[in-house]
């Protein structure tokens, strides 16, 4: 059984930053893999970025360059540094784990989610 308490969100002005972090509890065969979702209100859930066993990382084209995803294995914590927001980026982020797949961005692939963490960004 894996666990996944998202944090660190919050409401950030046009141009600023935010460090989202992901707390996974239980280890599973595939619970290294692990990425970050977001869910704009009346849209479905997007993959945002990916992180690897071995630390590769991939990122949806809308965030390259502005997000960096990266994981920290003692504390058994990911996190998400969030620069240059935009109102685009509003959005519950989603912390997911557990892939059979690497690096996927696909919603479908995940096994485990957390509640979610609220990501508002005014102009």
């Known amino acids: 059984q894996v666990q996944l308490v998202e944090s660190g969100g919050g409401s950030v002005q046009a141009g600023g930053s935010l460090r989202l972090s992901c707390a996974r509890s239980?280890?599973?065969?595939?619970?290294?893999?692990m990425a970050w979702f977001r869910q704009a209100p009346g849209k479905g859930r997007e993959g945002v970025a990916a992180?690897?066993?071995?630390?590769?990382?991939k990122y949806a084209a809308s965030v390259k360059g502005r997000f960096t995803i990266s994981k920290d294995n003692a504390k058994n914590t990911m996190y998400l540094q969030m620069n240059s927001l935009s109102p685009e980026d509003t959005a519950m982020y989603y912390c997911?784990?557990?892939?059979?797949?690497?690096?996927?961005?696909?919603?479908?692939?995940?096994?485990?989610w957390g509640q979610g963490t609220q990501v508002t960004v005014s102009a």
């Open positions: 997911a784990a557990r892939s059979d797949d690497r690096l996927s961005l696909l919603r479908g692939s995940y096994y485990s």
């Open positions: 239980g280890v599973t065969y595939n619970s290294n893999r």
């Open positions: 992180i690897d066993t071995d630390g590769s990382t």
